[in-house]
């Protein structure tokens, strides 16, 4: 592969179509993306696999989404890896990068750095939240961790919540390519069999805990056609799921070359944050002048950090909450804005 067609994949989403089998999917690849929601923090090995592997699914479940939509994908859980959470932004006009960021909040007093990363969430919930803008109820879908991995979540979403048999397939990890530093990337490829007029399940709920499987609603050829599509999946080598050496619609011809595999145009995807100053100065709108005292730093300050982007705003007390003078607003943001802030 040439330079110029690994930049053109680096950080892109390519949907397609398997003709043959009525089968949709994405193939992702993150690069500088990836690396740069990794290095906002120094998260421990664990951590860093579970935001990994997070922002890899919500780049593929992401990319369907209309202009200016949101889609938030959630993990919660009891243990010490209590939080992941991803935010995909669709474009705002046609051909337009989306935007992605993501952080995680865990307990590292609790945090077992040998074990496997999704057993350090414990019991919990795996969510995904779609905005579709002002004036718009969002739509949420939640179910029950399963599954022993978050693509394995994933599935069992899509399966219990939208009747869609879906698959994931994921890689990703540090690598250093020549020339170049070492730097995390990612791959993946989802596989979803196209939605029915009205789709049902064929017999009993086989996933763990009782909740539906992908299998659990296809039957006769469709279901042929569904295991074939994962047993050429589940031939993929791994740097032909990160690349850069395999482009993406050489890796679906190798794959999928029997089921006349139709690409479309693929989606850019940036780092993006849309925390500001503003949004911090809103969400302290609610607070009196003692509330906002008792968060006033020893310095004077009121400071807010954001931990998607690691900005950190310093603000004048006297300038935020409902009872703030608004001839004395004003303050300063540094390393980026952040509205998904700590108020210090």
């Known amino acids: 592969?040439?330079?110029?067609?690994?930049?053109?994949?680096?950080?892109?989403?390519?949907?397609?179509q398997l003709d043959r089998s009525d089968i949709r999917g994405r193939v992702a690849r993150l690069d500088?993306?990836?690396?740069?929601?990794?290095?906002?923090?120094?998260y421990p090995?664990?951590?860093?696999?579970?935001?990994?592997?997070?922002?890899?699914?919500?780049?593929?479940?992401?990319?369907?989404?209309?202009?200016?939509?949101?889609?938030s994908l959630q993990i919660r859980g009891d243990g010490p890896a209590r939080l992941i959470a991803t935010d995909y932004f669709g474009p705002t006009e046609e051909g337009a990068p989306a935007r992605m960021r993501a952080y995680a909040?865990?307990?590292?007093?609790?945090?077992?750095?040998?074990?496997?990363?999704?057993s350090q969430i414990g019991k919990g919930y795996f969510a995904i939240i779609i905005d579709q803008g002002r004036d718009m109820q969002p739509y949420q879908g939640i179910t029950p961790l399963a599954g022993g991995s978050l693509s394995a979540c994933a599935e069992t979403y899509f399966a219990q919540s939208e009747q869609l048999p879906t698959r994931?397939?994921?890689?990703?990890?540090?690598?250093?390519?020549?020339?170049?530093?070492?730097?995390?990337?990612?791959?993946?490829?989802?596989?979803?069999?196209?939605?029915?007029?009205?789709?049902?399940?064929?017999?009993?709920?086989?996933?763990?805990g009782g909740l539906l499987a992908p299998d659990d609603m296809l039957g006769g050829d469709e279901a042929d056609n569904w295991n074939r599509a994962n047993?050429?999946?589940?031939?993929?080598?791994?740097?032909?799921?990160?690349?850069?050496?395999?482009?993406?619609?050489?890796?679906?011809?190798?794959?999928?070359?029997?089921?006349?595999?139709?690409?479309?145009?693929?989606?850019?995807?940036?780092?993006?944050?849309?925390?500001?100053?503003?949004?911090?100065r809103q969400s302290l709108s609610i607070y009196s002048a003692k509330d906002i005292a008792s968060m006033t730093t020893d310095d004077g300050t009121v400071t807010a950090d954001c931990q998607f982007c690691?900005?950190?705003?310093?603000?004048?007390?006297?300038?935020?909450?409902?009872?703030?003078?608004?001839?004395?607003?004003?303050?300063v943001a540094q390393n980026g804005g952040g509205d998904d802030g700590q108020r210090g």
């Open 45 to 71: 090995a664990p951590i860093e696999t579970l935001v990994a592997e997070a922002a890899l699914l919500t780049a593929m479940i992401g990319q369907t989404l209309k202009l200016r939509w949101r889609l």
């Open 231 to 280: 047993l050429l999946l589940d031939t993929v080598e791994p740097d032909e799921m990160v690349g850069p050496s395999v482009q993406p619609t050489d890796l679906l011809l190798r794959l999928f070359h029997e089921e006349a595999p139709r690409v479309y145009d693929a989606q850019p995807l940036v780092f993006g944050c849309t925390c500001s100053e503003d949004k911090v």
């Open 105 to 118: 909040g865990f307990d590292a007093d609790r945090l077992d750095t040998g074990a496997d990363p999704f």
């Open 310 to 331: 690691g900005a950190h705003y310093v603000l004048d007390p006297a300038s935020v909450g409902f009872e703030a003078a608004p001839e004395e607003e004003g303050g």
């Open 1 to 16: 592969m040439t330079l110029s067609a690994q930049i053109a994949w680096d950080d892109t989403v390519l949907p397609f």
């Open 168 to 208: 994931f397939a994921t890689r990703f990890g540090p690598e250093r390519l020549p020339g170049e530093q070492v730097k995390w990337r990612g791959g993946g490829v989802m596989l979803q069999h196209l939605p029915k007029a009205s789709p049902h399940v064929q017999g009993e709920a086989t996933g763990e």
């Open 32 to 42: 500088g993306v990836l690396e740069r929601i990794l290095s906002q923090h120094a």
